[in-house]
């Protein structure tokens, strides 16, 4: 199981993870609500525990636009707050459990694992991608942006797919070689650079925002502008 915690005392997050590890969970980490945004939209989680009270964004704010993004891996809100409107606040934004600090680890394993039962008998294959103002649909082969639409050929599709699974990481040359074209990469070759070219001229260039950076020596990563 895949669990992502966010959290901004790092004593609390040293004890969860280490509780959920000798669980035989896989544990991930933010300090911060917009960097547990960005984990949680680029990560495969089976469970999401988030605080309420966090620098940058609170809980009830990252769930909402978890939400609107289309992410709904089933997410705990622990907060020192018991009151019912905040319970009720939490709920209306799209949380699916709300655990009151403090409370006992046994109670939070037993939640976590009903979460993530809950979570698997209600998952659908996800057919709808997006980032920012991009949204592709796996199943139509389309991708608009701005309400936009923008005319793909298979193989630019194939990797812009790729790189919006994969949006905020950083993918080497080499990565995107492997799985989008499936063969060994050739560094005699420029076809990935031609390729992020045609992605560029057809969803950057024509937009104000641009989406698609080069790390120079590293690769590629799909991000909004600093």
Known sequence: MKVLILEDEVKTVQSLKKGLEEHQMVVEYAYDGLSGKR???????????????????????????????????P??????????????IGFEAGADDYLVKPFEFKELLVRIRALARRGKEGTLPKTILSFSDLEMNLDAKTCHRSGKKVDLTPKEFALMEYLIR???????????????????????????????????NKLDRPFDKKLIHTMFGLGYVLKEED
Do not use: H
């Open 39 to 73: 984990i949680a939209e680029a990560g495969n989680f089976d469970v999401i525990i988030s605080d309420v009270v966090m620098p940058k964004m609170t809980g009830f704010e990252l769930v909402k636009c978890l939400r609107d993004a289309g992410v709904r891996t």
């Open 166 to 200: 994969n949006q905020a990481r950083v993918v080497s040359k080499v990565e995107i070689a492997e799985k989008v074209w499936d063969i060994n990469f050739d560094t005699g070759t420029n076809v990935i650079e031609v390729y992020v070219s045609y992605l560029r």
């Open 75 to 88: 997410i705990l809100l622990l907060t020192a707050m018991g009151a019912t409107d905040d319970k009720v």
